[in-house]
């Protein structure tokens, strides 16, 4: 009789050491998924000039004890954008540069968990652009790699096209070709964005209207129109 329970119980053992075994592994998703939505709306206020430095560190402590229970590519990419606002309020070149290079290395340990988010590689050509990318070739790399993954994000096409005006020499014939195309494909739904980037200095209007110089007769017009329109 004693065998014949034994017998009843094993499987009900293993599946009580199958659902322990579960509870183990979910556990750190779980604790880094709270950690990080309990800080998510000090996160949204981060640029905010109000935000204190100290709220901005407890922030990236909390972001930080997540990554420590489970690495994500989301709190990555957190303490990227939380080392990008601590650049902005650097007072020293040195320590503006610090943080840059901080922001990279996080915004790269979220490509490597998720290598086809475009706005993260995006981000990532900014923080080298900012810190010497454009001489060493990183930042077009990491500009090849945002184009490629999102060719049409309307959200950060003005961004890539941007950054593109910004490496316009190393950009091969043909990639400046896709830059002048996207150029017109997005004036149709950015317009006032593209516009305030054509006036930010004489290559972006170079080459933005050489771009528009191409499109429809009335969206050439308009583009130069608001373009020379005085603030």
Same mark, same amino acid.
């Given at each position: ?115 086809? %988010?475009?706005?993260?590689? @995006? #981000? ?9 990318? *454009?001489?060493?070739? &990183? !930042? ?52 006032? %964005?593209?516009?305030?980037? @054509? #006036? ?9 209207? *050489?771009?528009?110089? &191409? !499109? ?16």
């Amino acid at each position: 009789m004693m065998r014949f329970i034994s017998k009843r119980r094993i499987p009900a053992i293993i599946g009580l050491l199958a659902g322990t075994g579960l509870l183990v592994l979910a556990i750190p998703h779980t604790m880094a998924s709270m950690l990080l939505a309990l800080s998510t709306q000090r996160y949204q206020y981060i640029n905010n000039s109000d935000t204190s430095d100290e709220t901005i560190n407890r922030l990236y402590d909390t972001t930080m004890d997540a990554i420590g229970w489970v690495a994500t590519s989301d709190a990555w990419t957190r303490i990227g954008y939380i080392e990008m606002a601590r650049a902005r309020r650097a007072t020293t070149p040195e320590d503006k540069t610090d943080h840059y290079l901080k922001a990279d290395n996080a915004f790269t340990s979220a490509l490597t968990i998720s290598p086809m %988010d475009t706005f993260t590689w @995006a #981000r990532l050509t900014f923080t080298r652009l900012k810190t010497g990318g *454009a001489n060493d070739g &990183t !930042a077009i790399e990491a500009l090849r790699m945002s184009l490629l993954t999102g060719p049409y994000e309307r959200n950060i096409a003005v961004n890539q096209i941007s950054y593109a005006i910004s490496l316009w020499s190393q950009l091969t014939a043909a990639e400046q070709t896709d830059i002048q195309k996207k150029i017109r494909w997005i004036d149709r739904l950015e317009h006032r %964005d593209l516009v305030n980037l @054509a #006036r930010h200095n004489p290559k972006a209007i170079q080459v933005t209207v *050489a771009a528009m110089a &191409t !499109a429809p007769n009335n969206a050439f017009v308009r583009f130069i129109r608001d373009v020379n329109k005085p603030d």
